[in-house]
């Protein structure tokens, strides 16, 4: 039971990154509330610039989609465990990839979605961007314990 609350976040996660790609956020579907709402917020804006606002949009989507996708899965791999572990770390990659490139299949199967290697890129770039700040967060902390240990309080 405690492994599955600990990988629930990462799965409920996963569902969500799915129900984005159905047909319900095909970049014309998206284009129909996204479009509008630059238009408002950036008035004077040709709509060749808002047309490439909404490709930024979108495409930041799947980066950020996998960036905390990746920080879930490494959440559910470490368990209890403190820190960051390389071993960790690159089966959270792995698992996000090939969640990735199996996301990407599907929306070759959904109408009005195409599969593209470039967004299965850009969703491991996410997660590899997570573990690198995981990294980084448990080195922090590491270094932070140490100079603790090293001058005790008085």
């Not at 996963?14 to 970049?27: D, E």
């Not at 930024?56 to 996708?69: A, M, T, W």
């Not at 590899?128 to 922090?140: D, I």
């Not at 902390?141 to 005790?152: L, V």
Request: aromatic share 14%; no cysteine.
């Amino acid at each position: 039971m405690r492994r599955l609350r600990q990988w629930a976040p990462a799965i409920v996660w996963a569902a969500v990154i799915w129900l984005f790609s159905t047909q319900a956020f095909t970049a014309e579907a998206t284009a129909g509330f996204l479009l509008p709402l630059l238009r408002k917020l950036f008035p004077q804006t040709s709509l060749e610039t808002l047309l490439f606002l909404h490709f930024l949009i979108r495409k930041s989507g799947h980066f950020v989609e996998y960036f905390i996708f990746g920080l879930l899965v490494l959440r559910a791999i470490r368990g209890q465990r403190h820190g960051w572990a390389l071993r960790w770390g690159l089966a959270a990659l792995v698992i996000a990839a090939a969640y990735a490139a199996l996301d990407e299949f599907h929306q070759s199967f959904v109408p009005g979605r195409t599969a593209s290697p470039w967004d299965s890129l850009l969703d491991t770039t996410g997660a590899l961007a997570a573990q690198s700040l995981a990294w980084l967060y448990a080195l922090r902390g590491s270094q932070r314990e140490a100079r603790a240990m090293a001058d005790p309080p008085r």
